[in-house]
């Protein structure tokens, strides 16, 4: 059996509001021991994620921007498919929308509705770090997106379910975050992390069993799609994922304590090779 953990990093791997990751260093340095993949699966953009990944040396693939895209170091995998693009260091599979395409969608709705909005495509990095309370350096990396496209309604004489119906007769998804609206395509955190699972047992040649841990409501899809489910509790959610998932495990505590502990506590299981659903 072939193991590989996917993982969020927003109060999950890190802490939701420190960002600090240190509580799960014992676990990350098992998992290296073992070579098991850590496939890092985040909303955030490949800029925020390459320099965390450096910083824990992992050297797996990774899941951006909400599953709208999948990196892959170079030579990780024997057969990669056909539609990978050469991305700097990696291999890129796109599979949300492209941002010029989310451009134009927004700018047409705009229009439509007469909205007035501040699109991360408009917005410096300046003043992203001044609603944000990003620093600059992260503002910058933000900004640097591929597959979804953050903005702002300042003032609008619609509401946002016509805008999310404009959304969707382009084929597109509109949701709302904390301080944003993201418009995307169809894309989700599970169809990344299936199609990369698809690749694991193409390249590696015996059974994949996936172990996914996340804390919110857009872990759901990705959490779906693993054979064992790790839900980290979040105390600031107001959606726990435990009515969604019944028959996942939860971790004891949140963020990277959580996760450390979770970790470790399967590892013996996954040495043995008798790790199966269920807590
Ligand atoms: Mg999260």
């Known amino acids: 059996m072939f193991y590989v953990i996917i993982s969020d990093l927003d109060g999950t791997l890190l802490d939701q509001e420190t960002y600090d990751y240190s509580p799960a260093c014992p676990a990350l340095a098992e998992l290296k021991e073992r070579n098991i993949p850590l496939v890092l699966c985040s909303s955030k953009t490949a800029a925020e994620m390459i320099p965390f990944r450096l910083e824990i040396q992992n050297r797996d693939p990774f899941i951006i921007e909400n599953g709208g895209g999948i990196y892959i170091p170079k030579n990780y995998f024997s057969t990669i498919p056909l539609e990978a693009k050469n991305k700097n260091d990696f291999l890129l599979i796109s599979l949300g929308r492209a941002y010029p395409d989310l451009q134009q969608a927004l700018e047409e709705i705009t229009e439509k509705y007469s909205l007035e909005v501040e699109s991360f495509h408009s917005m410096s990095?300046?003043?992203?770090?001044?609603?944000?309370?990003?620093?600059?350096?992260?503002?910058?990396?933000?900004?640097?997106?591929?597959?979804?496209?953050?903005?702002?309604?300042?003032?609008?004489?619609?509401?946002?379910?016509?805008?999310?119906k404009e959304a969707q007769r382009r084929g597109l998804r509109l949701s709302r975050g904390g301080r944003f609206f993201h418009l995307s395509g169809d894309n989700d955190k599970g169809r990344a992390v299936h199609q990369l699972l698809e690749l694991y047992q193409t390249n590696c040649g015996e059974a994949v069993q996936a172990i996914g841990f996340g804390d919110s409501h857009n872990d759901l899809s990705m959490l779906q799609?693993?054979?064992?489910?790790?839900?980290?509790?979040?105390?600031y959610s107001s959606a726990p994922l435990t009515h969604e998932l019944p028959g996942a495990r939860k971790a004891p505590a949140a963020g990277p304590t959580g996760w450390n502990d979770a970790v470790l506590s399967l590892l013996p299981k996954i040495d043995n090779g008798n790790l199966s659903g269920g807590s």
């Open 125 to 164: 990095r300046e003043q992203l770090a001044d609603v944000s309370g990003l620093s600059l350096d992260q503002a910058q990396d933000a900004l640097r997106r591929e597959f979804d496209l953050p903005f702002r309604l300042l003032s609008s004489n619609c509401s946002a379910t016509q805008i999310e």
């Open 225 to 235: 799609e693993v054979q064992i489910p790790v839900i980290i509790p979040n105390p």
